[in-house]
């Protein structure tokens, strides 16, 4: 089964800087989508990117997609200390099913210190 | 304010106990998911509800019982759990039974087992 796995596990970095986190899949994909998730709170979706998109953006946030490579990643750019927070990546898988299939990874715990 | 509330958000049951966990959404959305999320783990998936249909049960034991009376609330009848059952439960809802959409959870509810 497809899953998505972040990587670093973990990334300490000062406000300011920038902070690029990874994301591997296994299977071929419908979209890659990546949430964000405060301490024991619930998740919140940040952007999608197709699988016939290569790059997006939102604000402060960038995303690539290499289907050939089967992996993404998402830059925060001028980090600020209110980012601190688990980062997921979720692979949706391509086929026709009701309901969403989302397939998470373990995340990565970012820690922008002020 | 996510559009979809859970409660209780923290939940304190012995093993013999019985209790529910409610989800509500108020966006309209026609598709429901509990996820189970444990520490060190990815996301579980547990089930799916497509306008009022469970579509998927990835094999979760008979101690947890969905139910989803309409599209907008999902309940989660727990009955003699076992410690290893304590983890955060998150609801979710997406717009549409296709496999694309975004989710939208709830702030999740933290059931702890004795």
């Not at chain 1, 899953?3 to 973990?10: H, I, L, M, R, V």
């Not at chain 1, 925060?76 to 949706?92: K, L, P, V």
């Not at chain 2, 139910?67 to 290893?84: A, G, I, K």
Request: glycine share 6%; aromatic share 8%; charged share 20%.
């Amino acid at each position: 089964s497809q899953q998505g796995e972040e990587d670093p596990q973990a990334l300490s970095i000062q406000e300011g800087e920038n902070a690029t986190m990874n994301c591997s899949y296994k299977t071929s994909i419908n979209n890659l989508q990546w949430y964000r998730q405060n301490s024991g709170r619930g998740l919140v979706h940040l952007i999608l990117i197709r699988s016939n998109e290569r790059e997006k953006h939102s604000g402060r946030l960038r995303v690539t997609l290499d289907t050939s490579k089967k992996s993404s990643s998402l830059l925060i750019t001028a980090s600020r200390a209110a980012d601190t927070a688990s980062y997921f990546c979720a692979t949706d898988a391509n086929e026709e099913t009701s309901g969403s299939r989302l397939t998470f990874g373990e995340g990565t715990q970012l820690t922008v210190n002020p | 304010e996510t559009g979809v509330t859970q409660t209780p958000r923290h939940l304190v049951m012995g093993m013999t106990n019985k209790k529910s966990l409610k989800c509500e959404q108020h966006l309209g959305h026609n598709a429901m998911y509990w996820y189970k999320q444990s520490a060190k783990k990815p996301l579980e998936l547990m089930f799916v509800y497509s306008l009022e249909e469970r579509v998927e049960n990835n094999s979760v034991p008979s101690r947890f019982s969905p139910e989803c009376p309409n599209s907008s609330h999902l309940f989660l009848h727990l009955h003699t759990l076992q410690p290893e059952d304590s983890a955060l439960y998150l609801c979710a809802s997406s717009q549409d039974g296709r496999s694309t959409g975004e989710l939208f959870f709830g702030e999740g509810s933290r059931l702890t087992v004795l």
